[in-house]
């Protein structure tokens, strides 16, 4: 079997929370990687528009304009160009921290994310979400955004929900 295409996951279960974990290289400076998870002109070419404020306690506000998702949260962890955690919830849902934290490596940079979801809630899809993401942001970093690839989202679902009933 071949490998898949779209960044993997690994996941772990800690008491009532399924974690997903990314593990990337990224052939970008660190400050184009920084800018792409921070700048909203560059964050909606990859993830959705809204604000994300630099700081701690600062808002963390997305809407999905074609799924309808809104995000309304706060900043949790942050530390310039090393980084940036907040909660991929609305008000009245349960936590489920995002965290990326970024790494030099020569001219690449490390980057991890971590998903963590209610282990009763669907961890492989909303993985599968991330890595659809974490594809267009390599297209966004390399200067060709792509829209949603459905297609990474289904395959990585299929994969990640396997994964997570193995835990």
């Keep these: 079997m071949s490998e898949p ?16 974990r990314f593990d990337l290289m990224l052939d970008n400076h660190i400050e184009e990687v920084w800018d792409a998870l921070t700048k ?26 074609d ?5 309304d949260s706060a ?32 001219a690449e940079v490390e980057m991890t994310l971590t998903v963590s979801v209610p ?12 890595a659809a993401h974490l594809e267009m942001l390599a297209a966004t970093l390399a200067g060709a955004p792509t829209k949603f690839p459905f297609p990474t989202f289904k395959a990585a679902s299929d994969l990640y929900r396997v994964q997570v009933a193995a835990l």
Excluded: N, Y
Excluded at 8 to 20: M, P, Q
Excluded at 67 to 71: E, H, L, P
Excluded at 119 to 130: F, L, N, Q, S, V
């Design 75 to 106: 900043v949790t962890a942050f530390e310039p160009m090393r980084l940036l955690e907040f909660s991929w919830s609305g008000p009245g849902e349960p936590e489920r921290p995002i965290r990326f934290e970024l790494a030099p490596v020569g």
């Design 40 to 65: 909203p002109d560059v964050r909606v070419q990859w993830l959705a528009p809204g604000t994300i404020e630099s700081r701690l306690g600062g808002a963390a506000k997305l809407a999905f304009e």
């Design 67 to 71: 799924s309808g998702i809104v995000i």
């Design 5 to 20: 295409l779209f960044p993997l996951a690994t996941f772990t279960r800690k008491g009532a929370v399924t974690e997903g």
């Design 119 to 130: 282990a009763d809630e669907d961890a492989g899809r909303a993985c599968a979400g991330w």
